[in-house]
């Protein structure tokens, strides 16, 4: 899940809390499974984090598609 740059912390802790309450819904876990996704959870600062690691790991996949990290 993902908010623009900017959002109020409140809002980004809003969402953050709404995706935990689903990630620990077992039938929402095996539906995201049944499409190939993984289900991690964490709160919006790890995946900031995680955003912030990828965003070194692949500058070229982002150079190429326009996406940029704030």
Known sequence: MLA????APE???RIGQSV???LDEPA???RLRA???EAI????????DR???DAV???????QTGVSVN
Do not use: C, H, N, Y
């Not at 623009?4 to 959002?7: Q, S």
């Open 57 to 63: 790991k692949f500058p070229a996949l982002l150079q």
């Open 4 to 7: 623009p740059a900017g959002t």
């Open 20 to 22: 935990k309450t689903a």
């Open 41 to 48: 959870g964490g709160t919006p600062a790890d995946f900031a």
């Open 51 to 53: 955003i912030r690691s």
């Open 35 to 37: 499409q190939g996704f």
């Open 28 to 30: 929402f876990r095996e």
């Open 11 to 13: 809002v980004v802790q």
